[in-house]
């Protein structure tokens, strides 16, 4: 993680500290709602009861998440205003590496805000950013909450949802893609609904999926094994299991 704040790295809750520090500064430059800070501290509480890690389970959804992406005909990492200014510069680099598009997409949506985190992403090394066009619709959802590019979203088959809300996670699982969801809640809409639910912060599960997907490029059958060894329902079990019997040292 970068040194955008001033911490020392050795505070016990410096991960913690900094995220917040990155989602508050998110805001005061229009990139991350309101709403996306009561979401923080939502995702902070799961967090902290798996043990701020990367549980096996984690693990091994980021593995078949690299593999989906890889072996996808069209992937598209979509990013709200959590994701980018959590982890921006770790997205751009999942993109290259998988081949992915990425998309700015959001729950609540303003042209002002999409622009912003467009932007932001450029400043990350995005070259070409999707979401702006906005000329496609998820059915079943009304109309802001609906839009998506037609050449991004609307055409992709694998979708990776950072953070997303519960009917729109419906809604595009409803449309027959292949979605690959993060959220620290295991019993959340959204990694119910996933083909892979990463039970995961995102600052730690980007840089990971991208690190399987490196080792996974240009081995099909290697891919193939890691979607097929995965089972959602056994990822959600032992995440929400870690939840419960995990002791609070
Ligand atoms: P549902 O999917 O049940 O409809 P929701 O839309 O009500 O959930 P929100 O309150 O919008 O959910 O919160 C977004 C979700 O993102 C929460 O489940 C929260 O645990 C998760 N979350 C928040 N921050 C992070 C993070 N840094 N990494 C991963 N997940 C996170």
Redesign the pocket.
């Known amino acids: 993680m970068s040194e955008d704040v001033d911490l020392p790295e050795s505070h016990p809750r410096y991960e913690s500290l900094l ?1 917040r520090h990155r989602i508050e500064a998110g805001v005061d430059r229009g990139i991350t709602s309101r709403q996306g800070l ?3 501290g ?2 902070e509480a ?1 967090d902290y009861l798996l043990g701020e890690r990367t549980i096996d389970s984690a693990d091994d959804a980021e593995r078949a998440a690299a593999a989906h992406l890889l072996s996808a005909d069209h992937a598209v990492v979509s990013v709200n205003g ?1 994701a980018a200014a ?1 982890v921006p510069g770790e997205l751009v680099e999942l993109a290259e590496v998988t081949g992915a598009d990425l998309e700015v997409n959001l729950f609540n949506r303003t042209e002002e805000r999409i622009e912003a985190i467009a932007e932001y992403l450029r400043e990350h090394g995005a070259t070409d950013v999707k979401g702006l066009t906005a000329d496609g619709r998820i059915p079943g959802l009304d109309h802001e909450r609906a839009k998506v590019d037609a050449d991004g979203i609307g055409a992709a088959d694998v979708v990776l949802v ?2 997303e ?3 729109r ?1 419906e809604a595009l699982g409803e449309m027959g893609k292949t979605e690959l969801v ?4 295991p019993r ?3 990694a119910e609904v996933a083909t892979v639910p990463i039970v ?4 730690r599960a980007i840089p990971n999926i991208t690190e399987h997907a490196r080792n996974l490029r240009g081995d099909p059958d290697a891919q193939q094994d890691a979607i097929d060894a995965f089972d959602a329902d056994s990822a959600l079990t032992a995440a929400e299991q870690t939840i419960r019997e995990g002791d609070l040292e």
Not at 182 to 185: F, K, M, P, S, V
Not at 200 to 203: E, R, S, V, Y
């Open positions: 995220t009561i979401a923080q939502r995702g799961f959590n959590l950072p953070l809300d519960g009917d996670a993060i959220d620290l809640n959340s809409r959204s995961d912060n995102i600052i």
